[in-house]
T-cell receptor, first 110, second 115 residues
């Protein structure tokens, strides 16, 4: 059983459209992170959320941590081709080990 | 500033051959170090982590081993590679003092193909 379920697995949309991807779990977490990974590269941290209900914005990206700290969403406004990549959510475990979801592969069409 | 170096970037090895992947971190001391493997459609799988020199914890039984001979050096090894060892290997570090705010910093990865 996967601890973190990310949906959708794949998403292909036109440039300029809005989109939301999700990260869900039945467990409660003290923090949750979102990473973006481009082909052939390691993941890069986008944001960490720690408080239930917290909303963080990074330019056109809006991250929300669920009130119960079991889930999170990433909303992208007016998607650009540079947003293409694999979006991974991750949660902390023992000894700072973190566990990743399988990710949402996003493709923005020009 | 902190940097992480991982090499080689790509590697093609025959089945049964040995493996050594190296990762070094600069600009920090006593980092937590991690080896992950990423296979297509299976996400990032934690293989090993280390909180100090000589301290290695294994997450999954497998054909691989890890060592940390110096504070900022982490090595992933195998005596005999299997076809199933193919994948994208990522090294990462974190600072326990500032985690989770700053998360993990990943290297650029090694694409290993066992033939």
């Amino acid at each position: 059983t996967q601890l973190l379920e990310q949906s959708p697995q794949f998403l292909s949309i036109q440039e300029g459209e809005n989109l939301t991807v999700y990260c869900n779990s039945s467990s409660v977490f003290s923090s949750l992170q979102w990473y973006r990974q481009e082909p052939g590269e390691g993941p890069v941290l986008l944001v960490t959320v720690v408080t239930g209900g917290e909303v963080k914005k990074l330019k056109r990206l809006t991250f929300q941590f669920g009130d119960a700290r079991k889930d999170s969403s990433l909303h992208i406004t007016a998607a650009q081709t540079g947003d293409t990549g694999l979006y991974l959510c991750a949660v902390g475990g023992r000894d700072d080990k973190i566990i990743f979801g399988k990710g949402t592969r996003l493709h923005i069409l020009p | 500033s902190q940097t992480i170096h991982q090499w080689p970037a790509t590697l093609v090895q025959p089945v049964g051959s040995p493996l050594s992947l190296e990762c070094t971190v600069e600009g920090t001391s006593n980092p937590n170090l991690y080896w992950y493997r990423q296979a297509a459609g299976r996400g990032l799988q934690l293989l090993f982590y280390s909180v100090g020199i000589g301290q290695i914890s294994s997450e999954v039984p497998q054909n691989l081993s890890a060592s940390r001979p110096q504070d900022r050096q982490f090595i992933l090894s195998s005596k005999k590679l299997l076809l199933s060892d193919s994948g994208f290997y990522l090294c990462a570090w974190s600072d326990g003092q500032f985690y989770p705010t700053y998360g993990y910093t990943f290297g650029s990865g090694t694409r290993l193909t066992v033939v």
